[in-house]
C-alpha cells in the first residue's frame, strides 16, 4: 500500500492514466489484503506472550497493515493485475459509448 497522503495530492498522483489505474489497483490489493491479514490474526489466541487487550489488538492491526503493505509492494497476490486489465477494458468501453456531438442533424 502507498503512503494514503499521497492519493490526495495532486503530485502524489500517477500523470498518466494508466500508471494511475495501476496505483489504484495495487491499493485495491492492499486493502484486501490488510483485511485478510486482519483476519488471520483474530483467530490466534491472545493469551500468552502479549497476553491479550487493547494494546495487543492494536499492535496486531498495525502489525497486519505492514504484512499487508510488503506483501502488495513484493508483488501481491496477483489480484491487482486481474483489475488492470479489468480496469482498461471498462475505460475503453466507456470512451465508446460516450455520447458524439450531434450538432447539425435532425430527428
Same mark, same amino acid.
Given at each position: 500500500?502507498?503512503n494514503?497522503?499521497s492519493i ?17 489497483a ?15 490474526f483474530?483467530s490466534?489466541?491472545?493469551e500468552?506472550?502479549?497476553? +491479550? ?7 496486531r492491526g498495525?502489525q497486519?497493515?505492514?504484512?499487508a ?8 497476490t ?18 465508446n459509448?460516450?455520447?458524439?456531438n450531434?450538432? +447539425?442533424?435532425?430527428?
Amino acid at each position: 500500500m502507498r503512503n494514503p497522503v499521497s492519493i490526495f495530492s495532486p503530485g502524489g498522483q500517477a500523470k498518466d492514466p494508466l500508471g494511475r489505474l495501476r496505483q489504484q489497483a495495487e491499493e485495491l490489493e492492499g486493502v484486501f489484503l490488510n483485511t485478510l491479514m486482519k483476519e488471520m490474526f483474530s483467530s490466534i489466541d491472545a493469551e500468552g506472550d502479549f497476553g +491479550g487487550g487493547f494494546a495487543e489488538e492494536t499492535w496486531r492491526g498495525m502489525q497486519a497493515e505492514q504484512f499487508a503493505a510488503s506483501m502488495a509492494e513484493a508483488g501481491g497476490t496477483g489480484l491487482a493485475d486481474a483489475l488492470m486489465a479489468d480496469l482498461i477494458a471498462l475505460q475503453e468501453a466507456a470512451q465508446n459509448t460516450q455520447p458524439t456531438n450531434n450538432k +447539425g442533424t435532425s430527428n
